[in-house]
């Protein structure tokens, strides 16, 4: 139901737009984008509620903007300025409720299968 696209390599500086088509009613649910590095848990970096609130980890705080196309039924996540450190496979979920840390993945019950970003320096 949920499916990413956009993952990619770029260098430390560069941007990516991830995007996530999903076949669920995405007005009326919360979103969120995970990533999960080589060897470290899955860890949320940015959520929206059903208002349209969104919430990031302070690790991406003005770096990353997720945002949604209700009439589409998509989720996006722009990233700029990436780093090294933040490589990693990342997913779309849907359902939960927005932390202010940007979501837990125990708040999520659908998942996409990821799409792979790799930043290098």
């Known amino acids: 139901q949920l499916v990413e696209s956009g993952g990619g390599s770029v260098q430390a500086g560069g941007s990516l737009r991830l995007s996530c088509a999903t076949s669920i009613y995405i007005e009326s649910t919360y979103l969120a984008w995970f990533r999960e590095a080589a060897g470290k848990e899955r860890e949320g970096v940015a959520c929206i509620s059903r208002e349209g609130i969104e919430s990031y980890a302070e690790s991406v705080k003005g770096r990353f903007t997720i945002s949604k196309r209700v009439i589409e039924d998509t989720l996006f996540l722009e990233m700029h300025s990436l780093k090294v450190e933040d490589s990693g496979m990342y997913y779309c979920?849907?359902?939960?409720?927005?932390?202010?840390?940007?979501?837990?993945?125990?708040?999520?019950?659908?998942w996409g299968r990821g799409t792979q970003v790799t930043v290098s320096s």
């Open positions: 979920a849907a359902g939960g409720r927005c932390s202010a840390a940007g979501g837990l993945v125990s708040d999520f019950g659908v």
